[in-house]
């Protein structure tokens, strides 16, 4: 890197640094202002380097997190959705419910139902989920 | 007349480093993770833009395709770096290279641009080699 990059080297590092804070502390009541703050950018100027490097704002990029998290955590069939909706950061049902449905397309409740059927259906019918050019290393037995 | 790419397969030496690697540090998502029986688990990861693309994580193990044999050729290879795995892109590689950096990931090359764009080269935790790259 040229001596004339050091300016913006030091500025990926910050924004990066303000990522990863979002990246460890998701799950937590999060300010995306004093994020900003502690990483030396005026809020507007943090939103629009976030969006310009990861295609999301801080805030949408927060709630795709959470969101994707959800997702794993759905797939346990033990926890009530309220509490995953909880464990993931948000402090009301109705807009995890709510966000979860724009980005994933279904209810949690449906997703839910749909990844245990999914599992399910891996278990007892592999062959449906996993090609055969992968499936000779071992995962299905050919008892044909 | 073929018209997309639903599913590759990287080799790996353990599935549980590998689900680390890929989805803690690359920040790919999950696609599929459930046990096939007692010793047997199929894992499937996804670029966030590519969500119908399964990244198949497959452990190294004697059975239907590798003999004992070449089930430890292969993990040797794999692990000596013989192979290249694939290409990786992002939309700013310099705010990625710092990312992956930070959680650890090495590179053997820093973000350098080239004819066909800007590129970084990082190894997995098993040792297969990647590059990182900006085409625009």
């Not at chain 1, 990863?20 to 009541?29: A, R, V």
């Not at chain 2, 059975?63 to 795995?85: C, H, I, N, P």
């Not at chain 2, 098993?126 to 790259?133: A, D, H, I, P, T």
Request: proline share 5%.
């Amino acid at each position: 890197m040229q001596p004339d990059e050091y300016p913006k080297l030091y500025r990926y590092r910050r924004l990066v640094q303000a990522k990863l804070f979002i990246d460890q502390h998701f799950t937590e009541k999060i300010n995306l202002n004093a994020i900003a703050d502690e990483a030396y950018f005026s809020k507007y100027h943090f939103i629009r380097l976030f969006k310009t490097s990861y295609g999301y704002t801080p805030h949408q990029y927060l709630i795709r997190l959470r969101i994707e998290k959800a997702r794993l955590l759905l797939s346990r069939p033990t926890l009530r959705i309220e509490d995953v909706s909880y464990a993931v950061g948000f402090e009301s049902l109705y807009s995890f419910s709510l966000l979860f449905k724009k980005q994933i397309g279904q209810t949690p409740t449906q997703f839910r139902q749909h990844s245990l059927d999914r599992t399910r259906r891996l278990r007892l019918e592999p062959r449906a989920f996993i090609p055969s050019c992968l499936s000779s290393s071992g995962y299905v037995h050919d008892e044909d | 007349m073929i018209n997309r790419l639903s599913h590759t397969c990287i080799y790996v030496l353990d599935q549980d480093s590998a689900y680390d690697f890929y989805v803690n540090k690359l920040g790919l998502t999950v696609n599929t993770d459930a046990p096939m029986g007692p010793d047997a688990r199929w894992l499937t990861v996804s670029p966030k833009d590519q969500p119908d693309l399964e990244i198949t994580l497959m452990p190294i193990r004697s059975g239907m395709m590798f003999t004992d044999e070449t089930a430890e050729q292969m993990r040797s290879l794999v692990q000596q770096g013989a192979f290249s795995a694939g290409v990786f892109n992002t939309t700013d590689i310099f705010a990625t290279y710092e990312e992956l950096k930070a959680k650890g990931v090495v590179f053997s090359k820093a973000p350098k641009v080239e004819f066909y764009g800007t590129e970084a080269i990082f190894k997995d935790d098993s040792g297969n080699w990647f590059s990182l790259s900006q085409t625009s």
